[in-house]
Nanobody, 116 residues
Framework: QVQLVESGGGLVQPGGSLRLSCVASGNISSVYSMAWYRQVTGKQREFVAQ???????TYIDSVKGRFTISRDNVKNTVSLQMNDLKPEDTATYYC??????????WGEGTLVTVSS
């Protein structure tokens, strides 16, 4: 497994942008899935976006056209560019990597708050 550290969260007004970054402690070039999830307190963690090893990108419908995921297998990072942010995007965002023998690595999360 790898250790994951997210950064880039913060407070932004509706319509604004943020870029989240996740740095892995090891090489991710062979890791099948690098993904972002988010969770609101009291609710289940939900999938946001994935970049798989083959280059395929997947998004939850609510962020399509606004969020862009990208992975850099040289820098061992995965980023999430978030544009046109809405209050309903407020959540703690988590980076996920794997699988590693059936298990996944998770970061500690970074908080995104969209509010005027």
């Amino acid at each position: 497994q790898v250790q994951l550290v997210e950064s880039g969260g913060g407070l932004v007004q509706p319509g604004g942008s943020l870029r989240l970054s996740c740095v892995a402690s090891g090489n991710i070039s062979s890791v099948y899935s690098m993904a972002w999830y988010r969770q609101v307190t009291g609710k289940q963690r939900e999938f946001v976006a994935q970049a798989n090893k083959a280059g395929s990108l997947t998004y939850i419908d609510s962020v399509k056209g606004r969020f862009t995921i990208s992975r850099d297998n040289v820098k061992n990072t995965v980023s999430l560019q978030m544009n046109d942010l809405k209050p309903e995007d407020t959540a703690t965002y988590y980076c996920k990597a794997g699988p590693f023998h059936g298990a996944y690595s998770w970061g500690e999360g970074t908080l995104v708050t969209v509010s005027s």
